[in-house]
Structure formats: C-alpha cells, structure tokens
C-alpha cells in the first residue's frame, strides 16, 4: 500500500508509485513532492485508483467556528467565486471594501484549523482583535516573539517562512494577506512548502505588469473575484476626486538638480545605457559595484531627485492646502523620513514613521479618531494594510512610480460617511523627473 507523509515542507510518497512533480530521494527510497502538490498527489491516487494511506496532515484541535457577520452582496459573491473555484484563490477589492470580513466568512465555511498570513506585526494585533471578536476563541501568534499555536494562527511572512517546515501540515486554509508580497523568493516558498488544500489571497492591488505575479496562480489559484475602486465608490467606498499641483524649484534648487542630473544622464550617454524598465535599472545599479563612475552616476541621480521630491515650494503649497481645509481631516504622505520630520515640526502634525514606537502610534491613531489631531504625516507606513481612522484629504508631497502605492495611499481615505467626498492631491514638482514619476504611478 502507498503512504503519504508529511516531512519538513514535502509529501513523501512511500511504494511503488511515482506521483506528478514528485522526485526520487535515495536516502529513503521514496518519491518526494513539495507540500504545494499535496492536492494533486490526492487526486492522482484516487484517479489511479491506487490503495494508499493518507497521513499528511496533522491538524490542531479545532472548536466549531461560526461567523454571524452578514456579508455584502459583493462580498457574498467574491466568496461565492472563491468556493466554487475549489477553495482556491486570490480576491482583489479596494481598501476599506471588506476583505477581511470575506476571510472570517471562509474560515467560517471551512470550519477547520486557518493560518493568516500577513506582512507586518501590527497586522497581527489587527487580524487578532476582528478574529477573537467574530469566534470568541483564542488566536494564535507568531511573530514579534511571540509563538502561540492555535486552531486559528495570525503569522508574519518572514516567521511562516521559518517556520514553514514545522507549520505546514497543521491547517486546513491558509490565508495569505496582502497577497502581492508572496512572489518574493523567500515567501514564496511558505505556499511551496505548506500542504494546506484551501488558500486564499487577499489585496487591493493585484498589478498584472509585475513579473512576480505569473507565479500566484500555481502557489494560490487565479483571481477568482476583482473590484477597483470606481466599482463601489459612491455606495460602499467615499467618492472622490484626484489632484495634481505643480510647483517650481527655486533658481538655487534647479542649479542644483540640473547638475547633478547631467552627470547621472552623461554617463547613461557615454556608456550607451537605455533604461526603459526597471530590470535596465537594476542591470545598472548592479554596475555600481564595479564601477566607480557608474557609482557617481547613481549618487548624483540620487541627489538631483532628493532635490525635486523635497522642493521648499511643496511646504508652501502644503501650507495653502491645509488652510483650504482646515476644518477636515488630513493625511500627508512622503517617500523619505526626513520631510516627514521637517514638516511634522513646522506644522505641529503628529508623525508616524518605521521609528514610532506601537505605544506612540496607536496613541495618535486614537486622537485622529477623536479629532484631537486633525493630521498626520508619514513615509510609507500607513501605506498598506493598517486601519486608518476616516480622513477625507491626503495629500502626496513624493512618492515612487508604483500604482500599487498610489492605490493605497488613495484607498486610505475612502471610509464611506454620509455627504463625505474624499481627495486626494499630489503636489509634483514640474520640468523634473518626478513628473514622470507621477504620470507611472497614475497608470
């Protein structure tokens, strides 16, 4: 008879039957699979008509799970696709439209041991608080030193990572949020290595042009559900409109920009470098390791661009905007700390950066809930995935070119709340490169 076990991330395959995407392991004189293929070992098995025993997962004791939340009509029908696609892939909604809610409800449905994967520590605490409100039930952690096993487990990626091989066979579902960051090399292998049959991956941003994204459907399953955010704004989500101010370098600011980014595009001329996309710019930025100019060439790109994305002019266009709309709340975002520091202290606008202990943040979070704050300033770290209170401006001061963070620097403000219309502006520095930058992002 064929046996099936679990091993560090792999289904052995014990007898005289070779199985699909399986490989011969000597040492044990068996067939070895990845725990991605657990559900298509099965299947090949019972097609064969093959006697074997199953032993592969190990699941941990589990209390009946029942959500008494009502879901939304499109909520009803992402989970409805989910299901019918064999408990299989990813569901792609607008910031603020619910995904977690569709989550609880196939945990729900699935009634058995779920592992939440997310990418940030305050994630954890977030997933915790809805988990145990909806169950009632303990919610495990790992993540943050924190290593607490349950029948449902909030995880970061970098500990299911570690933690893959020992993990891997205990769930049923595996949820992954934030589902764009799996592709990565490391994090894909936590779908490689897990043997859970039923996964789901949740974000708003499933962007197609990403490279990482032809692997999803063999790690999670295809797109199963998509909204943007023109789909429900206006009932579920706030309208809203998008901005754009232009302002000026300084004549002191320009001779600044406009030398240093004649020695970056010298160099990309004498060297007959085109970077079209951004495997042409990693190709060269792996040239600065080895050579000096190239180095230079970066350097002085660096600081031409430092010098547009923080413009003195963007401070006095930030400071009209925040008397035009000084009766609303308003969240300003950067690309670099140290404007959020310049603006924070000639404002007086509370920050958030990577360095705000989680005491101080929530502790500002709870006061622009309560009005006593009417802004916040931050880099990237509301950026993605963390509950923000309802605000109704957001303003970009920089940024990168990536659609990704423009989407969920935008989906921040779309807590629907009656008579609310949300804005976002983007103040872009013009004849600079950020213009482009703010045209990529925009796509």
């Not at 997933?127 to 909030?154: D, M, P, Q, S």
């Not at 996309?277 to 970066?298: C, K």
């Not at 009005?371 to 963390?386: A, F, H, Q």
Request: charged share 30%; aromatic share 8%.
């Amino acid at each position: 008879m064929v046996k099936l076990r679990f091993d560090k991330g792999t289904i052995v395959v014990s007898g005289d039957v070779r199985v699909p995407n399986s490989s011969w392991d000597p040492r044990i004189e068996a067939f070895r699979a990845m725990g991605l293929y657990y559900p298509e070992v099965l299947e090949f098995l019972r097609l064969s008509e093959v006697e074997f025993e199953d032993n592969v997962l190990d699941l941990l004791p589990c209390p009946e799970l029942i959500s008494k939340t009502k879901l939304r009509d499109y909520q009803e029908e992402a989970l409805r696709a989910w299901l019918e696609a064999g408990k299989r892939g990813v569901i792609v909604l607008p910031t603020g439209a619910g995904k977690t809610v569709i989550a609880i409800a196939a945990i729900s449905y699935v009634n058995a041991p779920a592992i939440i994967v997310v990418p940030t520590i305050d994630l954890i605490e977030q997933w915790r608080t809805n988990l145990t409100k909806e169950f009632g039930v303990a919610i495990g952690a790992y993540g943050g030193g924190e290593n607490t096993l349950e029948a449902i487990t909030v995880t970061t990626y970098d500990s299911a990572f570690l933690r893959a091989e020992e993990l891997g066979n205990r769930f049923k579902l595996v949820i992954f949020d934030e589902i764009h960051h799996l592709p990565a090399p490391s994090y894909s292998q936590i779908a490689e290595l897990f043997a859970t049959p039923f996964r789901m991956g949740l974000t708003a941003t499933y962007i197609r042009e990403d490279e990482g994204h032809r692997i999803l459907p063999k790690l999670v399953g295809n797109v199963v559900y998509e909204l943007e955010t023109d789909d429900l704004a206006g009932t579920h989500l706030s309208d809203y409109t998008l901005e754009r101010i232009f302002v000026s370098l300084t004549p002191e600011e320009q001779i600044v920009y406009k030398k240093n980014y004649e020695v970056f595009r010298n160099y990309l001329k004498k060297k007959r470098i085109k970077l079209r996309n951004s495997r042409d710019f990693q190709r060269f930025i792996m040239r600065t390791g080895t050579d000096p100019n190239a180095r230079e060439a970066l350097l002085a790109r660096n600081r031409a661009l430092d010098t547009a994305l923080n413009a003195s002019s963007k401070i006095k266009a930030l400071r009209t905007l925040l008397t035009e709309n000084v009766d609303k709340k308003v969240l300003i975002f950067t690309q670099h700390n140290k404007l959020v520091y310049r603006i924070s202290r000639e404002f007086l606008i509370p920050a958030i950066t990577y360095q705000t202990s989680k005491e101080e943040r929530h502790d500002i979070m709870r006061k622009f809930k309560a009005t006593n704050y009417k802004g916040i300033v931050t880099s990237k770290v509301l950026d993605e995935g963390i509950d923000v209170p309802d605000a109704t401006v957001g303003v970009i001061l920089s940024g990168t070119g990536s659609s990704r963070e423009f989407i969920q620097r935008l989906g921040r403000l779309l807590r629907k709340k009656e008579g609310k219309k949300a804005k976002l502006v983007e103040i872009v520095t013009r004849e600079t490169r950020e213009t482009g930058i703010s045209k990529r992002r925009r796509r």
